[in-house]
Nanobody, 116 residues
């Protein structure tokens, strides 16, 4: 059984920082992509950032220069460092793990709220 445990969400003022963590455990091997999505009320879930085994990263335009995604392959953990947070970053953030085969796995979601 695969588990993705997220942590690090919370309430922060605009301009502040948070670091999200997501640790994968269980029968999951050959992880290809690890990343983060978010979903705000009334909006579609959207990609925030992802990182491949090569270290190559992808960010949505609105977070470039503010967010940094990283991973620790030995610990099967992905991080999202979020700086200069804006109210529009408010959403539930979901960890996403894509194996080399089979379905993707999702974390339980962690709320990030940025006040103005």
């Amino acid at each position: 059984q695969v588990q993705l445990v997220e942590s690090g969400g919370g309430l922060v003022q605009a301009g502040g920082s948070l670091r999200l963590s997501c640790a994968a455990s269980g029968s999951i091997f050959s992880i290809n992509i690890m990343g983060w999505y978010r979903q705000a009320p009334g909006k579609q879930r959207e990609l925030v950032a992802q990182i491949r085994t090569s270290g190559a990263t992808t960010y949505r335009d609105s977070v470039k220069g503010r967010f940094t995604v990283s991973r620790d392959n030995a610990k099967n953990t992905v991080y999202l460092q979020m700086n200069s947070l804006k109210p529009e970053d408010t959403a539930v953030y979901y960890c996403n793990v894509v194996p080399s085969y089979g379905p993707a796995y999702w974390g339980q979601g962690t709320q990030v709220t940025v006040s103005s």
